[in-house]
């Protein structure tokens, strides 16, 4: 089967891996073009996905989105028999859908339908989620609404992080994605139909949505730095610079939302409770411990975060 993959981050690379040790006849790699990084913006990164294709000779298109005559042009001469969706990062329009003979399919890091949208990781967390899982499904126009053809679970971690999760994810995936192109090879593949009256929606992050609200129980201000590591971050702000909040648990106590209760270790009270940070990253700084942060020119106890 003539397969042509769509991906662009790290959470795509083991499912082209997989199907590179399957021996699928991958035909071309469809990802995002290169970003621009540094001050100058001057130096080009090209996308994870970009550099195993390249590994491996794979003909590779770059475009800003995927539509207009001459990217089909440049697909149809590849002749796909089925297209292969992991987190790329842009809807696919319907004309590039009905392309591949057999259609095209979607890894999705959620348990469909719940949590559609761009960040299902990062919301399975933030809502306190213990059970989230990946969905491979048909894709129909529209997001994430196509009808159901393989589903794997598996538990969140009390205190596990978007970052850890996605990888844990990203493995699950791939597993699924092969375990499907068998079944759909055999013949023994039956689609369900999603409930979209159980759907629910896990928009993209935005840096308002990762700026914490210490008037928030402790559990919600540590879910929510949880699944925001390790991008892009939850942040406060301390003498109206924005440091960055990692590795928090909760713990009893009381205080004020936002004051400092202890620097050794590092504490901070919230609506009910204390989070307790190891680790932080003050603007233009590396991740640092904590505590290495308050004996520098970090805050005493009695001052507060806004």
Same mark, same amino acid.
Not at 65 to 76: C, E, H, I, K, N
Not at 115 to 136: C, F, H, S, Y
Not at 275 to 297: H, K, L, N, S
């Given at each position: 089967?003539?397969?042509?993959?769509?991906?662009?981050?790290?959470?795509?690379?083991?499912?082209?891996?997989?199907?590179?040790?399957?021996?699928?006849?991958?035909?071309?790699?469809?990802? @995002?073009?290169?970003?621009?990084?540094?001050?100058?913006?001057? *130096?080009?990164?090209? %996308?994870?996905?970009?550099?195993?294709?390249?590994?491996?000779?794979?003909?590779?298109?770059?475009?800003?989105?995927?539509?207009?005559?001459?990217?089909?042009?440049?697909?149809?001469?590849?002749?796909?028999?089925?297209?292969?969706?992991?987190?790329?990062?842009?809807?696919?329009?319907?004309?590039?859908?009905?392309?591949?003979? *057999?259609?095209?399919?979607?890894?999705?890091?959620?348990?469909?339908?719940?949590?559609?949208?761009?960040?299902?990781?990062? !919301?399975?967390?933030?809502?306190?989620?213990?059970?989230?899982?990946?969905?491979?499904?048909?894709?129909?126009?529209?997001?994430?609404?196509?009808?159901?053809?393989?589903?794997?679970?598996?538990?969140?971690?009390?205190?596990?992080?978007?970052?850890?999760?996605?990888?844990?994810?990203?493995?699950?995936?791939?597993?699924?994605?092969?375990?499907?192109?068998?079944?759909?090879?055999?013949?023994?593949?039956?689609?369900?139909? @999603?409930?979209?009256?159980?759907?629910?929606?896990?928009?993209?992050?935005?840096?308002?949505?990762?700026?914490?609200? !210490?008037?928030?129980?402790?559990?919600?201000?540590?879910?929510?730095? *949880?699944?925001?590591?390790?991008?892009?971050?939850?942040?406060?702000?301390? *003498?109206?610079?924005?440091?960055?909040?990692?590795?928090?648990?909760?713990?009893?106590?009381?205080?004020?939302?936002?004051?400092?209760?202890?620097?050794?270790?590092?504490?901070?009270?919230?609506?009910?409770?204390?989070?307790?940070?190891?680790?932080?990253? %003050?603007?233009?700084?590396?991740?640092?411990?904590?505590?290495? !942060?308050?004996?520098?020119?970090?805050?005493?106890?009695?001052?507060?975060?806004?």
């Amino acid at each position: 089967m003539r397969i042509v993959f769509f991906g662009t981050p790290a959470f795509a690379v083991p499912s082209l891996e997989a199907l590179i040790a399957e021996r699928a006849t991958i035909v071309g790699v469809v990802t @995002q073009p290169d970003k621009a990084r540094g001050r100058s913006r001057s *130096r080009l990164v090209p %996308p994870p996905v970009k550099l195993l294709a390249e590994q491996h000779g794979f003909s590779i298109l770059q475009p800003e989105r995927p539509a207009g005559d001459v990217f089909l042009a440049a697909l149809r001469h590849w002749q796909p028999e089925l297209g292969v969706v992991v987190a790329y990062g842009h809807l696919i329009r319907p004309e590039v859908l009905a392309l591949p003979s *057999r259609g095209m399919i979607n890894v999705h890091a959620s348990l469909l339908p719940e949590l559609r949208g761009a960040g299902p990781i990062n !919301w399975a967390i933030l809502r306190g989620d213990t059970e989230t899982g990946v969905t491979v499904i048909q894709m129909e126009r529209g997001m994430d609404n196509g009808p159901i053809l393989r589903q794997a679970t598996t538990p969140i971690g009390p205190r596990e992080t978007a970052g850890e999760l996605s990888s844990r994810l990203a493995t699950l995936g791939a597993d699924t994605l092969v375990e499907t192109l068998a079944l759909m090879q055999m013949g023994r593949l039956a689609p369900v139909p @999603q409930e979209h009256h159980r759907a629910t929606f896990a928009p993209k992050i935005d840096r308002k949505l990762a700026r914490i609200d !210490w008037s928030e129980s402790a559990l919600a201000v540590a879910r929510q730095i *949880r699944a925001f590591d390790p991008e892009p971050g939850s942040w406060t702000t301390w *003498r109206e610079t924005e440091v960055q909040l990692f590795r928090p648990a909760v713990v009893p106590g009381t205080g004020e939302p936002g004051t400092v209760t202890s620097t050794v270790p590092f504490r901070v009270a919230a609506g009910d409770g204390l989070v307790e940070i190891a680790e932080v990253q %003050p603007a233009g700084r590396a991740r640092m411990e904590a505590e290495a !942060w308050c004996r520098g020119r970090g805050p005493e106890v009695g001052n507060r975060l806004e």
